[in-house]
């Protein structure tokens, strides 16, 4: 048994959280807070969940358990899985580490945990047998030193380390921190990995004698970790010290419908009828149907306790719908209004600043730091015991120390928007007493003139009464003219003042914007544009005129692009907004002048790109046609001003993109020529010239792309050849032009495109390298851009791709790695992070055929990740918020195809195809994202049912991969490539079930697409793929064994004629297989 210590040991205290007697039959609910062993009788809904844990403990020594904040994690392990390991001999040990100076070593804190657990559930066989100083490893392992309990049955110490995700933030805050958490993870991985430390490892070869202390095959202790999901990747991270993270993983989802039911119902008992709790659980899963319900069981605890408040409040035997009213966000916002209403204003700013960091995690701190905090706000002596009895605030020991943090993450959203506020508001504030104080400052100007006034009035009434008067009078009168000379010289001073200022403020906002645009400095451009509005905030009203009021427009909407050419494009929406309503003013009060027509055009265009980049397609639209029509008849207007003519060709340039991006690709084509035309007068105009051509390559990009998907490749190849060389000389001739570096980069990865088009894959790498390191420079001086860095990852996709087509798999995925790893740490708008995550679901099925992959839910956590981080910045009526979950399943899906389990890639596949059904996506983006999805479905369960041999149903599902291809407007040769691959797989399902003819049909279009592509050059191990199954069709088809034989042999050839690494993938294993079998089965 371990040698006692002075010291205590940290656990988590089993039900700190809760003060006694919360809960019973009229409270049965508890919000915000966590169950423990103690209140277990009302934890419902989570029986399989707990059962599944219960089972992976028991077979393997660690054990994962993910998910994401506010699933109930902490709960399933304490009210949950402690309460049915513990009568099966199992011992838990709570541990959650301290990484503070004044802690001691991980290890030693980890040791104490377990000593003061097993002396409460029993006895070590060898007392005192540990030695200060051991190793974790060295402690669990000695030699016939084994925990009994009272009965003397063998007790099995369950070691859990719960919110995990610490040891990635809170320890990382400095280096001693860091250095803590790395001793942990050396202790922890020779825990896991059963091996024995190196140090102790050294000891033994210089002294064997140790030997004997220590049984090296015991594995008699388990081990869990429960962490937040979106920490998945970096506990991916460990796996080259601990390969056992990626083996036993467990994800918990949201709760299904049913189980939300019975986490109402089971608690409430005769307070709730079904049908109040069906309510419920469509009211928190925000209106979806109980049977098709997602439910977060925190929120649904909290809105549960809420509702039971109000019945109380009002008298009510029971819970009815009417009590209902309201929104889960509302809930989540009048609970943490209502905690701290009778406090004072000082405990929300000291909680708000204190309990939750800068980025929005939540904090603890020491309990003894809160009080004094709390005193010095002006709040009770007993308002921390009040705030954790209202559930906003928990305390917790760690180490003798009690530590107070928000009771939930839930809360970390509310109370950051409010502390948002409050800071707002006291800046306001701020600057309003100092306008105040400059306006006092003004007014006693003002009183000293009155004053100097009054005294000459006087004078002149003496100087009437009495002649010894004149002399006095004479000199008041002389002091009050000088006055007003002083007076009117300070006006004159404040205008002259003004007049500077205002020029100063013209030559930031666009002499020098001109000259800093092309050099990409975000942040200089944002600082400039915040200078300019703090002095016109400044400024007082009675020097508000037109021109103030347009400079103040400009001054928005450079904020505003700024902030969305970051990917800030939530934060961007309000100075874009404003600024729009300023010009628009101007507008209706009869400004007219270019700069104004130019400004409001410019503000509109970049409202249109920020409604693209937040994937609001019909808005974008919208927008991008207003933008044309404001600026179209002055640009039309003989003797147009070149920079009219200028925002003309980039507002038509940007509608072409508008359109492009939404597959309305003829208009787009036909609004990317008209700015073609524009740019290419400019060009002619030497003053204007670089800034035309660089205009004009980057709308040449966007028009070889539109020609391309429109299925006229030859016009794209036309258009980049003749435009790549106009980008090089802008490029040369302005160093550091950062418009240039971009418009080249954007042709270069057209050209990739064109490449691989064409099956040139080498040069498409290279072209598409070459692309990121324009990226990569651009980036060195405009480091915050969110689109360049878009860019970049697409050109890396581009040469993976290419990798992946020549067979250099581990290329394919460093690179995509490499973009997976950049998105997750810089975040970006939902466009870029949308675009991102079909690059990692395409990783992640590689990875998956590879044999990678032996945990689904860990393999698709990153992808999940990226497409919540997206749908977070959407609307709450967005497309995509709602296709997000099922694309989650769909790739689910996938991977279970990939590594060989077809009966439940078809469970899944089937269960999501409805749920599309019930969407209906209506802009182009929407509508492309949705065919390709459900593309995706239909093609794992065609795979599927061929795999598991149900002919009819495979037929069926075949019928649904092909139809309505290719969709109208998107003939691009990798679609029309993707096509070919799909029609041969799904004429190989009809010919199973016996279709012939339609099985001929569709096979006789794939071969002849297959003909062209392998004519052209093409032998990647994707070509080679096609065509076996062309050939597998071909067989099926065939009317003599001699014919059978041909084509099924001729497959195998396909397959055996690829590079080693192609021949590994799973997918081509099962054809080869598949070919096998059929050549057997027809052999002479």
Not at 103 to 114: D, M, Y
Not at 534 to 550: G, K, M, N, T, V
Not at 644 to 662: A, C, D, P, Q, V
Request: proline fraction near 4%.
């Amino acid at each position: 048994m371990p040698a006692e210590s002075p010291r205590p040991p940290m656990t988590a205290p089993v039900s700190s959280a809760l003060a006694p007697g919360a809960i019973d039959a009229q409270h049965p609910w508890l919000g915000l807070a966590s169950f423990t062993e103690d209140t277990r009788a009302y934890f419902h809904g989570r029986d399989d969940e707990v059962g599944e844990l219960g089972r992976r403990v028991q077979r393997k020594l660690l054990t994962i358990l993910f998910g994401q904040s506010g699933l109930g994690k902490t709960s399933i392990l304490r009210a949950g899985l402690v309460p049915r390991l513990r009568p099966e001999g199992y011992c838990p040990v709570y541990v959650r580490l301290d990484y503070g100076r004044e802690s001691p070593p991980p290890a030693e804190q980890i040791k104490l945990a377990i000593y003061r657990a097993t002396e409460a559930a029993g006895h070590w066989t060898r007392a005192g047998i540990a030695t200060a100083g051991e190793s974790l490893w060295e402690f669990l392992h000695h030699r016939d030193d084994v925990l009994r309990d009272a009965e003397g049955r063998t007790l099995v110490p369950l070691l859990i380390f719960d919110q995990f995700e610490e040891i990635f933030t809170l320890a990382q805050g400095d280096d001693h921190g860091r250095q803590r958490a790395a001793e942990f993870i050396e202790e922890l991985a020779d825990l896991v990995e059963n091996r024995a430390p190196r140090a102790l490892e050294a000891r033994l070869e210089a002294d064997e004698a140790g030997l004997e202390k220590y049984d090296f095959s015991r594995s008699d202790y388990r081990i869990l970790i429960a962490l937040r999901e979106d920490y998945l990747a970096h506990l991916e991270g460990l796996r080259a010290r601990m390969p056992s993270v990626t083996q036993n993983r467990m994800r918990l989802a949201r709760m299904t419908g049913a189980q939300a039911l019975a986490a109402v119902t089971g608690p409430g008992g005769s307070l709730v009828n079904d049908e109040v709790a069906a309510a419920i659980v469509r009211f928190v899963a925000g209106g979806a149907e109980v049977e098709r319900a997602e439910v977060e069981p925190s929120l649904l605890s909290l809105v549960c306790r809420e509702l039971n408040n109000t019945r109380l409040a009002q008298g009510e035997a029971t819970i009815s719908t009417a009590l209902l009213a309201g929104s889960r966000d509302t809930i989540l916002s009048e609970f943490y209004e209502r905690t701290l209403a009778d406090q004072p204003a000082g405990v929300r700013a000291f909680l708000e600043d204190e309990l939750l960091t800068d980025s929005g995690y939540r904090e603890s701190i020491a309990e003894e730091r809160v009080r004094k905090g709390l005193a010095a706000a002006g709040a009770a002596e007993n308002t921390l015991a009040l705030l954790i009895d209202r559930r906003l605030l928990r305390v917790e020991e760690r180490l003798d120390v009690r530590r107070v943090e928000l009771t939930h993450d839930v809360l970390c959203g509310v109370v950051k928007a409010s502390r948002t506020l409050r800071h707002e508001r006291e800046a306001l504030e701020q600057a309003g007493r100092e306008l105040e104080a400059q306006r006092e400052r003004e007014a006693a100007t003002r009183r000293s003139l009155n004053r100097a006034r009054l005294a000459a009035a006087v004078a002149g009434v003496l100087m009437l009464g009495a002649a010894g008067s004149a002399v006095f009078g004479w000199v008041n009168l002389r002091r009050a003219a000088a006055a007003e000379i002083r007076a009117s010289r300070e006006r004159d001073r404040a205008q002259q003042s003004r007049a500077e200022a205002e020029k100063l403020v013209s030559f930031l906002l666009d002499d020098l914007y001109t000259e800093l645009e092309p050099t990409g400095k975000i942040e200089i451009v944002s600082g400039l544009a915040r200078r300019a509005l703090a002095y016109f905030s400044a400024l007082p009203p009675e020097f508000h005129d037109a021109r103030s009021e347009r400079f103040r427009a400009i001054a928005l909407s450079r904020l505003g692009l700024s902030l969305s050419q970051q990917g800030k494009t939530l934060e961007a929406e309000d100075p874009l907004r404003e600024a729009e309503e300023l010009f628009r003013r101007l507008a209706d009060q009869g400004d007219r002048s270019p700069e104004t027509i130019v400004g409001h055009t410019a503000v509109v265009r970049q409202q249109s790109r920020n409604a693209y980049l937040q994937n609001r397609a019909g808005l974008s639209v919208e927008l991008g046609r207003r933008a044309v029509t404001l600026v179209q008849p002055a640009a039309a207007a003989a003797g147009a001003p070149a920079f009219i003519r200028l925002e003309h060709g980039r507002s038509t340039m940007n509608y072409g993109f508008i359109l492009l991006r939404e597959r309305q690709h003829a208009e787009s084509i036909e609004a990317l020529r008209q700015a073609l035309g524009i740019f290419e007068k400019l060009r002619d105009e030497p003053q204007h010239r670089q800034r035309a051509r660089v205009q004009y390559a980057e709308a040449c990009a966007w028009l070889s792309e539109a020609l391309r998907r429109n299925g006229q490749v030859a016009d794209a190849v036309e258009i980049l050849r003749a435009a790549v060389p106009i980008a090089n000389e802008a490029v040369e001739a302005e160093a550091g032009n950062l418009g240039a570096l971009r418009s080249r980069a954007l042709l270069r990865s057209r050209q990739a495109q064109a490449a691989m088009d064409d099956f040139q894959y080498r040069e498409a790498e290279k072209l598409a390298l070459a692309t990121a390191a324009d990226w990569t420079e651009f980036l060195r001086f405009d480091a915050a851009n969110d689109t360049a860095r878009n860019n970049r990852r697409v050109a890396r996709g581009v040469a993976a791709a290419a990798q992946w087509r020549i067979g250099e798999f581990e290329s394919a995925i460093r690179l995509s790695r490499e973009n997976a790893r950049e998105i997750i740490a810089a975040g970006g708008s939902p466009s870029t992070v949308r675009g991102a995550a079909f690059q990692t679901e395409v990783l992640d099925a590689i990875e998956a055929d590879l044999g990678r992959v032996t945990d689904v839910d860990a393999a698709i956590a990153e992808g999940n990740r990226m497409r919540a981080l997206a749908v977070a910045q959407v609307d709450p009526e967005n497309y995509f918020r709602f296709v997000t979950p099922l694309w989650n399943e769909n790739q689910r899906s996938e991977l279970l195809l990939r590594t060989g389990r077809p009966d439940e890639a078809l469970t899944v596949a089937r269960s999501v195809a409805g749920k599309f059904r019930t969407l209906n996506p209506v802009a182009g983006s929407e509508k492309e994202t949705h065919r390709y999805l459900l593309e995706g479905n239909a093609r794992v369960q065609t795979e599927a049912l061929l795999r598991l041999r149900r002919w009819a149903e495979a037929a069926q599902a075949a019928r649904d991969l092909v139809r309505g291809r290719p969709a109208l407007g998107d003939t691009s040769p990798g679609t029309l490539d993707d096509l070919a691959t799909d029609r041969a797989i799904a004429a190989v399902a009809l010919a199973r079930h016996g279709d012939k003819a339609e099985a001929r049909e569709l096979l006789s279009a794939a071969a002849r697409s297959n003909r062209e592509r392998r004519a052209a050059g093409a032998d990647d191990h994707a070509s080679r793929t096609q065509t076996a199954w062309i050939a597998l069709g071909e067989g099926l088809l065939a009317a003599t064994p001699a014919e059978q034989r041909r084509w099924f042999a001729q497959g195998i050839s396909e397959v055996n004629g690829m590079a080693p690494q192609p021949q590994r993938l799973r997918s081509v294993r099962e054809l080869r297989e598949t070919l096998e079998a059929e050549l057997a089965r027809v052999a002479p």
